[in-house]
């Protein structure tokens, strides 16, 4: 139990749904990360939010759509996926340049 | 831009062994680094940090060193288990306050019984 949850751990979803995962931390950290995960590719990182301030887009296409609301909590909604979107969606938080890891949201796009 | 590199990407062990995984990386301008242990379906679990300014850090079986100036981090596993078995990743995070902490592809470990 590292103290970062995500919902859900799986999902999966048609190209023209609209969906959302979810990821909540309260270790009062101030970052929080979006990550993807693809078969034999390293961790790709997505989005980095700082004090709710989002200071990294790795070039992320805008069918995903972060949302910080506040410190605790972080969102990646989805639309129109491809198929090929399907991974790991892994979020962390950290504070002192240690990161911690929820469990990952595993999604499929069919 | 950073580049993080390990080697090997797979080992088989028999159960018992002492192993080494290695990490490198290509700018030396690092905050600290990071070993995680993921087992498969699930999410990362921290294994040990290693500051810019130390050179090693111990936890039970496990050591981890640092040699930023050659671009070099080892893991060490003393007295392997079956319950090691897993994937190992290190991930260094750089100096420039961007908070992006960038992986290497891992070292998928199978220690046998």
């Known amino acids: 139990e590292t103290g970062v949850t995500q919902t859900p751990r799986h999902l999966v979803m048609g190209m023209t749904n609209k969906k959302s995962l979810k990821c909540e931390q309260h270790?009062?950290?101030?970052?929080m990360y979006w990550y993807k995960q693809s078969a034999k590719k390293p961790l790709e990182l997505m989005f980095v939010?700082?004090?709710?301030?989002?200071?990294e887009n790795n070039s992320v296409p805008s069918r995903f759509s972060p949302e910080c609301p506040n410190s605790s909590h972080l969102f990646l909604h989805l639309h129109t996926l491809q198929p090929e979107d399907s991974a790991l969606y892994l979020c962390?938080?950290?504070?002192?340049?240690?990161?911690?890891f929820g469990e990952g949201s595993r999604l499929t796009v069919l | 831009k950073q580049e993080v590199t390990q080697i090997p990407a797979a080992l088989s062990v028999p159960e018992g062994e002492n192993l080494v995984l290695n990490c490198s990386f290509t700018?030396?301008?690092?905050?600290?680094l990071q070993w995680f242990r993921q087992d498969p379906g699930k999410g990362l679990t921290s294994l040990l940090l290693?500051?810019?300014?130390?050179r090693e850090q111990t936890s039970g079986r496990l050591n981890a060193s640092l040699d930023k100036s050659s671009g070099r981090s080892t893991l060490y596993i003393a007295a392997s288990q079956p319950g090691d078995s897993a994937t190992y990743l290190c991930?260094?995070?750089?100096?420039?306050?961007?908070?992006?902490?960038?992986f290497g592809s891992g070292t998928r470990l199978l220690v046998r019984p």
């Open positions: 962390a938080s950290s504070h002192g340049g240690e990161l911690f």
């Open positions: 270790l009062g950290h101030n970052a």
């Open positions: 939010y700082n004090f709710k301030e989002q200071t």
């Open positions: 700018d030396s301008a690092i905050y600290n």
């Open positions: 290693i500051q810019s300014s130390q």
């Open positions: 991930a260094v995070l750089g100096v420039d306050s961007s908070y992006k902490l960038i």
